[in-house]
């Protein structure tokens, strides 16, 4: 692992991930705002001739203002394992993923960590914006005491203090000027079929929220057995719009779990809005 | 701004002064085009920005002409400021911007991309590049159904795509004055309507006339090297300089974007879109850059390839032997590229080292997907194409040196296509070009 990305001094990997390393990084002093750590997440590689297209995609992002977003700092793009890549800081400590979630944290917990996740996807679909990869990997887990915004207090907690709260990650990246994806952020597992064929919308976002449902309390996504197939054939798959098989989930869940993997866009939950409350309301009952 | 303005044929008014640029469609009122020309006078460092706030002001107390298509662009914090209402659509070089739901109004922040593209809603874009066309907007009003910013031409002394900008408005010192009559500004606000007392230009006699030196060549005209065009430089907001310092040593990296610095995200405009519509919603459905095709509909009126049984939206059984008819045309398929990125098939997709270059993608009609080329492989900036015609998907050679190949599903190795040669692509099959490989995946039956 580098030991900086620009003048970021990392200090370490909040998840080793091969396609979306997030890291802790101390603050540079330029940036003000004391030493409270800053959290950059490494996207891509990605071609240099892409920071342009990186760059459309990131700003209206980043000015969404939300509490369940990450209080974004800057973008760059920098070497990284000698390969371009688009890192993006914010000022918000993550203290892990529920990709790998801390031990203790139990299902009520990661129910309303995705209902965080399921805000920040909503600000976003408010401003016109997908995220496009929700996934366990982007919703990340605030560290107690994490400022909501660059301008607000420092933590209190270590970043190792995870808490229910989450904000949604970056979206993905990727070469050229609008890919639907990138294989492994998110897995396949987690991307609307609708999505792929072009038919894409807040109810690809609200899909993909129902995919991380269902994986937080099943632990698998709702197609058994797409990871194991080669790539190709799981994209083939997914483009015949197959009926997720649904996992075995208390009864306060399945219910919304089902709805948002509707084939069936309008069978769906209208917003990511709805999705949190359901989710809440679901881990209140566990 | 100092970029190129080619204003488009048609119904309308374009209006330019200095850095702001404006365009009404022919279903706004005399008076909300006399009061954007008078509102594209006022100049500032952040006019566009400005102008968008005003117009946000007055559409939150109600919209007074909502099938009014207008578009301005201007400066603004973060390089130019876009504000779409109505039915208009605008192209940043990246993807296509339109109020949603349709007419609603959008304002974000883009940069400065080249090429821009105002157009109505639904309107095919203008073919190829413009950039060899000499007329350029200099300042004043006259008729036209949109207008296309482009790279400014370079000045005496500049070389030709730097992606500089001189620093300088186009507005010619004593030339172009605005259009006959735009007159004084029009009151905004208040009450709904543009402008109690609409006078000047477009009172009842249509678009007006061009304003004197409005429409003219430019100066030296512009080179054909100008036809490739680099990425849009990037406008820095708070620029960061990190890593200017940074050690070279192992595992220590420094930021070298293009523009030598990052952007802070923190000053980022307020991007004040409008909401995505919710699945239910008639605009949903929306795409304004599909080809029309014949297809079949589900009882719900979901559009789908002929041959379906089962609708690929809803699930719902579509009989044999049901109607056909014409529609909007879903991705014909999906490219799966060796870097792990995915792309949909609606738009043609060019591919090569700098796909951003082909005239096709910066008049918005393809899209980019860039690759380097495999170690003793030669990448061309435009290399090859896959595009959809119907609901099947063709592999196109550009006539790059080191050729372009197909596999085909189930066949062993690889056969290259003659120079400018298109090629039919099944589900499964392969491209390579420059030492890539790309997979193509139908998303309709065969």
């Known amino acids: 692992m580098a030991s900086q990305v620009a003048d970021y001094e990392i200090t370490s990997s909040v998840v080793e991930d091969r396609t979306a390393p997030c890291l802790r990084a101390r603050r540079p002093q330029r940036l003000g705002g004391g030493d409270a750590p800053v959290t950059i997440w490494v996207l891509g590689p990605l071609a240099r001739t892409s920071w342009a297209a990186a760059r459309a995609r990131l700003e209206p992002v980043a000015s969404v203002h939300d509490d369940h977003l990450p209080a974004w700092l800057e973008a760059g793009i920098s070497e990284w394992a000698q390969r371009p890549v688009v890192w993006v800081s914010a000022a918000t400590a993550v203290a892990g993923t529920l990709a790998s979630p801390p031990p203790g944290l139990d299902l009520p917990a990661r129910l309303r960590a995705i209902a965080s996740a399921a805000r920040g996807a909503h600000a976003l679909h408010e401003h016109g914006q997908l995220h496009e990869a929700i996934c366990p990997q982007s919703v990340a887990l605030v560290a107690i005491g994490s400022p909501d915004q660059a301008a607000g207090p420092e933590p209190r907690g270590t970043p190792d203090d995870a808490t229910a709260s989450a904000v949604l990650s970056p979206p993905a990246l990727a070469n050229g000027q609008a890919p639907l994806a990138q294989v492994g952020y998110p897995p396949l597992g987690y991307i609307d079929p609708q999505l792929l064929r072009g038919e894409g919308g807040r109810w690809s976002d609200i899909w993909a929220l129902g995919a991380t449902v269902h994986q937080a309390v099943t632990g698998s996504v709702p197609f058994p057995g797409l990871d194991e197939l080669p790539v190709v054939q799981a994209l083939s798959r997914l483009l015949s719009v197959p009926t997720p098989a649904l996992g075995q989930m208390p009864d306060a869940v399945s219910e919304v779990v089902a709805e948002c993997l509707s084939v069936d866009p309008t069978d769906r939950p209208a917003t990511a809005n709805e999705v949190a409350e359901r989710l809440d309301e679901a881990a209140s009952k566990l | ?446």
């Not at chain 2, 593209?117 to 200099?138: E, K, R, T, V």
């Not at chain 2, 009842?204 to 030196?213: D, I, R, S, T």
């Open chain 2, 1 to 446: 701004m100092a970029d190129k303005l080619e204003v488009l044929p048609g119904p309308g008014l374009v209006a330019r002064f200095g850095d702001v640029a404006v365009w009404a469609g022919p279903q706004c009122s005399p008076a909300l085009q006399a009061h954007l020309v008078s509102e594209a006078q006022k100049q500032g460092p952040y006019a566009g920005d400005q102008l968008a706030s005003s117009f946000i002001a007055v559409l939150q107390r109600g919209d007074p002409e909502p099938q009014a298509p207008f578009a301005i662009v201007g400066p603004g914090a973060n390089g130019l400021a876009l504000f779409l209402h109505g039915p208009v659509q605008a192209w940043d070089s990246g993807r296509w911007l339109a109020p949603q739901p349709v007419p609603g109004w959008m304002a974000t922040s883009i940069g400065r991309p080249w090429p821009l593209i105002i157009l109505p809603y639904g309107a095919a874009p203008p073919p190829q590049s413009q950039q060899g066309n000499p007329f350029d907007l200099l300042s004043g009003a006259v008729p036209g159904s949109g207008f296309v910013l482009l790279r400014p031409p370079p000045g005496p002394g500049q070389v030709s795509g730097t992606g500089q900008a001189t620093g300088s408005s186009l507005t010619s010192p004593g030339g172009a004055q605005p259009g006959p009559g735009a007159g004084g500004p029009v009151p905004f606000g208040g009450q709904p309507g543009y402008g109690a007392q609409p006078s000047g230009v477009g009172t009842g006699q249509g678009a007006p006339a061009p304003g004197p030196g409005g429409h003219g060549p430019v100066p030296g005209g512009a080179g054909p090297g100008q036809s490739t065009m680099a990425a849009a430089p990037v406008a820095l907001a708070g620029t960061v300089g990190a890593g200017a310092g940074a050690p070279a040593n192992s595992g220590t990296v420094g930021v070298s974007g293009p523009s030598g610095g990052a952007i802070d995200l923190r000053s980022v405009f307020a991007a004040l879109q409008s909401p995505l519509p919710v699945a239910s919603s008639p605009a949903a459905a929306f795409s304004p850059d599909r080809p029309e095709v014949q297809g079949v509909r589900c009882e719900l009126g979901h559009f789908n390839h002929p041959r379906v049984t089962n609708c690929m939206r809803c699930g719902r059984p579509i009989p044999p032997g049901s109607p056909q008819a014409s529609g909007s045309r879903p991705a014909a398929g999906v490219l799966l590229a060796d870097d792990g990125s995915i792309w949909a098939l609606g738009r043609p997709c060019i591919i090569g080292a700098e796909p951003t270059s082909a005239a096709e993608v910066q008049a918005g009609a393809a899209q980019a997907i860039a690759m380097r080329a495999a170690p003793d492989h030669p990448m061309a900036p435009v290399h090859a194409e896959v595009q959809a015609k119907g609901w099947s998907a063709y592999l196109v050679d550009r006539g790059a040196d080191g050729g372009t190949f197909i596999q085909g599903p189930g066949t062993q190795g690889w056969a290259q296509l003659g120079r400018n040669e298109q090629r039919e692509l099944l589900d499964g099959s392969h491209i390579s070009c420059g030492g890539r490989v790309l997979t193509y995946l139908a998303a309709w039956p065969a």
